[in-house]
């Protein structure tokens, strides 16, 4: 069976009504997934924010969460990286859906190819304002203390801070070169086949010496996957 990964759908961000038939998509996407893979990689941001309290967890999305649960209850893998908008998880998507949760990269290897996964934040090197940020907000105290203000004002801060972090990462300019790209042939230059990264939501496939670097975009204007099977990656757009 096949390997799978998407990345960066960023519910939450639009209208009622455009996020329903977003959803929509998705959960059709995930019953696709449940008859054609044995693994499913999501590589962050599958909301535009998530930070899941002790004992609750933001309204909406039930479809989502039913269809994931469906693909781990069928013995499918369901691996989760969280990415920059992911601002706490706690154990809600092991404990209800059954997935693996990652806070940082996952090196895998499929059918002999050795393969590396992140969500991609934190990887270029000149943007150390985000790296101290995200020391910051990845901080186990931070997060505690967070923990403490009332869920309704604790989300809508954590939405408010999501819009302003994801137009920072549209918004800003690291020079000439794709710094994502940059840090991929460092990585393929240390023996990894494929690289895989979100967080930008410039999809792509890079070739670089003996290795390729991909990039799954977003959800949010070109709905696609990734798909290794049979030794060969490809990007398929997602249309029902």
């Not at 996407?29 to 962050?44: R, S, V, Y």
């Not at 203000?149 to 939405?159: K, N, R, T, V, Y």
């Not at 020079?175 to 494929?194: H, P, Q, R, S």
């Not at 010496?209 to 099977?229: A, E, S």
Request: aromatic share 16%; glycine share 8%.
């Amino acid at each position: 069976m096949a390997t799978i990964f998407v990345s960066d759908m960023h519910f939450g961000l639009l209208s009622a009504e455009e996020e329903k038939l977003r959803e929509q998509k998705f959960v059709n996407f995930l019953k696709f997934a449940k008859n054609n893979c044995d693994k499913l990689f999501i590589l962050g941001d599958l909301f535009d924010y998530w930070f899941e309290y002790k004992r609750v967890i933001q309204k909406g999305y039930f479809k989502t969460f039913s269809a994931l649960a469906d693909l781990t209850e069928a013995g499918i893998e369901v691996h989760y990286l969280i990415g920059n908008h992911d601002f706490m998880h706690r154990d809600f998507f092991e404990k209800e859906i059954g997935a693996k949760v990652y806070e940082n990269e996952v090196k895998i290897e499929l059918d002999g190819k050795k393969f590396f996964l992140a969500h991609g934040d934190g990887l270029v090197e000149n943007d150390l304002g985000y790296k101290i940020l995200k020391k910051v907000l990845r901080n186990k105290n931070i997060q505690k203390l967070y923990s403490l203000i009332h869920p309704d004002f604790g989300i809508w801060l954590a939405s408010s801070s999501s819009k302003k972090s994801r137009d920072y990462t549209t918004h800003k300019s690291y020079g000439e070169n794709d710094g994502l790209f940059t840090a991929a042939k460092k990585i393929i230059d240390e023996g990894f086949d494929y690289v895989l990264f979100g967080h930008s939501h410039i999809r792509k496939i890079e070739e670089y010496k003996n290795g390729k670097y991909i990039n799954l975009g977003t959800w949010l204007d070109r709905p696609c996957y990734g798909i290794f099977d049979n030794n060969k990656f490809e990007i398929i757009d997602w249309n029902n």
